[in-house]
């Protein structure tokens, strides 16, 4: 099993440049749940799907947007980058405990 | 909702044992975690406890759950270097079709040689 898959590993966006954040479960999980991650922070959830067709906001939504594709998918869009959305971005789904992915480093210059 | 605190910084010797101490808020947190990063890495679960229960014991770890003060702790035995990382405690409550993960700051644990 992959668990948890993210694509990109590495992104340098321009400010103002969009992109999505690809997230993909192979546990047949129905959360999933998109978090960022700065220095000191910990981590703090942007949006979350509880199942597919459903999508909440969570801590830090603002400059996002996210899609549950299917059960297996569930993506993150920055529309218009800014240089506060440099982070590591982790995607997880939920079973029993929870599994992550193995994140994005995005830098917004 | 839930906050979540810890401690910013541990150093041990190796050998030695480490506590790493954590303190929640919200009382309905039912699944409380403890999740390792290392550098440049994703998260990765160390062990969890529910809360109807006091303490877990998995190899060199043991969870220790104070309900009445709201703490939870992460006790790893004989430390190595390669324990060396950032752990974050969680909570989640137990109600919800999504239970939403609650993270500390995270704890820098430094084993030295």
């Known amino acids: 099993n992959a668990g948890v898959t993210q694509t990109p590993k590495f992104q340098v966006l321009k400010t103002g440049q969009s992109m999505t954040l690809q997230c993909a479960q192979d546990m047949n999980h129905n959360s999933m749940y998109w978090y960022r991650q700065d220095p000191g922070m910990g981590l703090r959830l942007i949006y979350y799907?509880?199942?597919?067709?459903?999508?909440d906001k969570g801590e830090v939504p603002n400059g996002y947007n996210v899609s549950r594709l299917n059960k297996r998918e569930f993506s993150l869009r920055l529309e218009s980058a800014a240089p506060s959305q440099t982070s590591v971005y982790f995607c997880?789904?939920?079973?029993?405990?929870?599994?992550f992915g193995s994140g994005t480093r995005l830098t917004v210059v | 909702g839930e906050d979540v605190e810890q401690s910013l910084f541990l150093s041990v010797r190796e050998g030695d044992s480490s506590v790493i101490n954590c303190t929640y808020t919200d009382s309905s947190s039912t699944y409380l975690y403890w999740y390792k990063q290392e550098p440049g890495a994703g998260l990765q679960l160390l062990t969890y406890?529910?809360?109807?229960?006091d303490m877990k014991q998995d190899q060199r770890l043991t969870v220790l759950l104070n309900k009445k003060d709201k703490h939870l702790s992460l006790r790893i035995a004989d430390t190595q270097t390669g324990d060396s990382a950032i752990y974050f405690c969680a909570g989640a409550p137990s109600s919800g079709s999504a239970r939403q993960l609650t993270f500390g700051s995270g704890t820098q644990l430094t084993v030295l040689p």
């Open positions: 997880a789904s939920q079973g029993e405990g929870y599994t």
């Open positions: 406890i529910f809360s109807n229960m």
């Open positions: 799907s509880a199942s597919e067709g459903t999508t």
